[in-house]
Nanobody
Framework: QVHLVESGGDSVQAGGSLTLSCVAS????????IAWFRQAPGKEREGVAV????????YYANSVKGRFTISRDNAKNTVNLQMNSLKPEDTAMYYC?????????????????WGQGTQVTVSS
């Protein structure tokens, strides 16, 4: 059974940086994709970044491209999300999600495993 635990959420000012971490236990292959999603109050959950193929491939939502970086440490079974130049609109609960195969999409049906989330708040 795959178990995901997120950490690193915090309150920061606009322009600041944060690094979120997702420790994934029970993942059978480093090839399988792991993604970060976020959900702001009153909004649908949206994909932010996804990595797969052992961390060699990644894909980003347009809203975070150039500001966020997803990385994978296969030895530690950890996927990090480095977030720079944060904006108030980045405020959301951030979730880690794991797939059972390699893909670079944000289709929620392709991610059967989810963490509990970590809160990021960006103030102006």
């Amino acid at each position: 059974q795959v178990h995901l635990v997120e950490s690193g959420g915090d309150s920061v000012q606009a322009g600041g940086s944060l690094t979120l971490s997702c420790v994934a236990s029970g993942v059978t292959s480093s090839t399988n994709s792991i993604a970060w999603f976020r959900q702001a109050p009153g909004k649908e959950r949206e994909g932010v970044a996804v990595t797969g193929n052992g961390g060699r491939s990644s894909y980003y939502a347009n809203s975070v491209k150039g500001r966020f970086t997803i990385s994978r440490d296969n030895a530690k079974n950890t996927v990090n999300l480095q977030m720079n130049s944060l904006k108030p609109e980045d405020t959301a609960m951030y979730y880690c999600a794991a797939a059972t195969f390699f893909h670079l999409t944000f289709r929620r049906a392709d991610f059967p495993y989810w963490g509990q989330g970590t809160q990021v708040t960006v103030s102006s």
